[in-house]
């Protein structure tokens, strides 16, 4: 009798302590923390150092903290985060335009939270003249890698396209002369030539594409999916009461006030 009472003691023993092992790499573990990617695109995600900030950071920690989630930054180069989003590495990812071959292993948050227009920069001073389309023709042009664009213009092999690896590249290319235009979002571009004092040498050209909209998205391989619809809830409200848009103009005016001039 003594030994069935300790045998069935131990049996009750291991399987709790099975429980609890188990339990603690269940998705449903793994669902406290929500891991965001990140890669620099001030002012949506601004990396000095070991500080992380800037728009989408501060929306997406907003909405992991009303999930009652623990919020993970995860640093990777864009065209990475996107590989990291259809395997699950990553539960979210934000600035994204929105494509069909994305929404096969991402869940695209409406609404939009921002929307902007895909602008063709030039120096001020040069014969490089966009005012239509087939003027593009003419021109090499820079762009951002792994970032779309118009899709007519992304499939249009005509163009003589160079594309660099950032926004930084992308207007040192143009500033060189080693490209005729640059082609990039208005709100992060505008943003960056403030910031480096560059507006007294590169304008916007009178072509461009409109419309581009912002939005997040989540991982379809991530337990995060299963809680869409309460977040897109969320960020309707962010959306509609002005929180957002509030992050947005308290980002922009804190950035471009403390950087010094670079000239």
Request: charged share 25%; aromatic share 10%; hydrophobic share 40%.
């Amino acid at each position: 009798m003594i030994k069935r009472i300790l045998k069935t003691y131990c049996n009750v023993n291991v399987w709790f302590l099975w429980l609890l092992v188990s339990s603690a790499f269940s998705p449903v573990a793994q669902s406290k923390t929500l891991r965001f990617g990140v890669d620099p695109w001030p002012p949506f995600v601004i990396v000095e150092q070991t500080q992380i900030s800037g728009i989408d950071v501060d929306i997406v920690r907003h909405l992991a903290d009303a999930l009652n989630l623990d919020l993970e930054l995860v640093r990777c180069p864009f065209k990475r985060c996107l590989r990291m989003m259809e395997s699950g590495e990553l539960d979210i990812l934000g600035s994204l335009q929105k494509f069909k071959d994305r929404e096969v292993y991402m869940q695209y948050l409406e609404p939009s939270y921002y929307t902007a227009n895909k602008v063709f920069y030039t120096l001020k001073g040069s014969e490089v003249s966009i005012n239509a389309y087939q003027d593009l023709e003419r021109y090499i042009l820079g762009v951002t890698l792994g970032h779309k664009n118009d899709p007519q213009f992304d499939a249009d092999t005509r163009f003589t396209k160079f594309a660099a690896v950032d926004t930084d590249k992308l207007f040192s290319l143009l500033m060189k002369k080693r490209i005729d235009a640059a082609l990039s979002v208005d709100v992060r571009s505008d943003h960056y030539l403030k910031t480096h004092n560059l507006s007294q040498y590169i304008h916007k050209a009178s072509f461009y594409f409109k419309g581009t909209q912002g939005y997040l998205a989540v991982s379809r391989a991530s337990k995060l999916l299963e809680r869409h619809k309460e977040i897109e809830r969320m960020l309707a409200g962010m959306v509609s009461d002005g929180t957002i848009t509030s992050m947005i103009d308290a980002v922009v005016r804190e950035k471009v006030n403390k950087t010094p001039p670079t000239g």
